[in-house]
């Protein structure tokens, strides 16, 4: 089923499909097809896809059994890849469908989930899903969230280029670069960044005066810097010190990042954005 969500104030909106795909792998076939042309049609609305899949993506997505991929696991890859949809971030339970209600005994698979495209995400970034406790069904409900946006925005992260040099620098970048995100890889790297602001304001918070310090010194030495790392290459303000001193950890993925964009032609909002500041004539 697709609809076409409008906010009440009409300032949001965007496309949303519902499935229930079927539980054998050569009916599911048809639906992968039938969504694939639906995205052309789509082309870059903002869209959102979610339902109960009937197929898992990896192994680790059910309480026990085979540990091996199968076609149908494969063949959702694929269709995830074609369409170049990503898996939304969730909270609340890990497993969506439950074989024997209610029992504790029952065969656990997450078989629900929400997705959507590049243009949902540059609408609304903090887009997530809640799975909620299961209740009568073989099935759990869940919520998508479209938090709205309040407050005063959060000062612009810079990564603190002194932190390289922390012991727990690169232990820091691998915690989180060892997650695995779903998605292509533009959509994998950006998130990753994101994740790793919160760690790097954590610990720069904890070096206390150490920071203020290593600003004095940067300006003492810039002027015999040849090659200016304290510049971010964007908004989210990883310096490219960062990626210099983490490249053993995230330089393949970074670099297939780019190789994406030069097939795909596609890139995220948050990437090719930059920073103007305007500096008053006096």
């Given at each position: 089923?697709?609809i ?12 949303c ?83 024997i ?80 995100i ?50 971010a ?18 330089g ?26 305007l500096?008053?004539?006096?």
């Amino acid at each position: 089923m697709n609809i076409f969500v409008e906010a009440i104030n009409g300032n949001q909106k965007f496309l949303c499909s519902f499935v229930y795909a079927y539980y054998k792998e050569f009916c599911r076939k048809a639906l992968w097809n039938d969504l694939i042309k639906h995205s052309l049609v789509v082309k870059d609305a903002p869209w959102a896809l979610l339902g109960e899949f009937n197929v898992i993506l990896k192994p680790s997505e059910r309480s026990f059994g085979s540990s091996s991929i199968s076609t149908g696991m494969e063949d959702f890859r694929s269709y995830i890849s074609n369409i170049k949809f990503s898996v939304l971030v969730m909270s609340g339970l890990k497993f969506t469908w439950n074989k024997i209600p209610k029992s504790l005994n029952g065969l656990l698979k997450k078989l629900d989930r929400v997705m959507c495209n590049m243009s949902l995400l540059d609408k609304f970034p903090s887009l997530n899903a809640n799975f909620l406790p299961f209740v009568n069904s073989d099935n759990t409900p869940y919520v998508l969230n479209i938090p709205s946006v309040s407050g005063p925005k959060p000062k612009l992260f810079k990564f603190a280029n002194f932190l390289s040099s922390k012991v727990e620098f690169l232990s820091t970048v691998r915690s989180v670069w060892d997650e695995k995100i779903l998605g292509y890889a533009m959509f994998s790297l950006a998130s990753k960044l994101k994740l790793l602001k919160k760690h790097f304001r954590k610990l720069k918070y904890s070096q206390g005066d150490l920071a203020e310090n290593a600003k004095a010194l940067k300006k003492k030495k810039r002027a015999l810097l040849s090659i200016e790392d304290d510049k971010a290459p964007g908004p989210d303000g990883f310096s490219f010190k960062f990626f210099m001193f983490a490249w053993s950890i995230v330089g393949a993925e970074f670099s297939q990042a780019i190789f994406d964009f030069f097939s795909n032609v596609k890139i995220l909002k948050e990437v090719n954005a930059t920073v103007i500041a305007l500096v008053p004539n006096s």
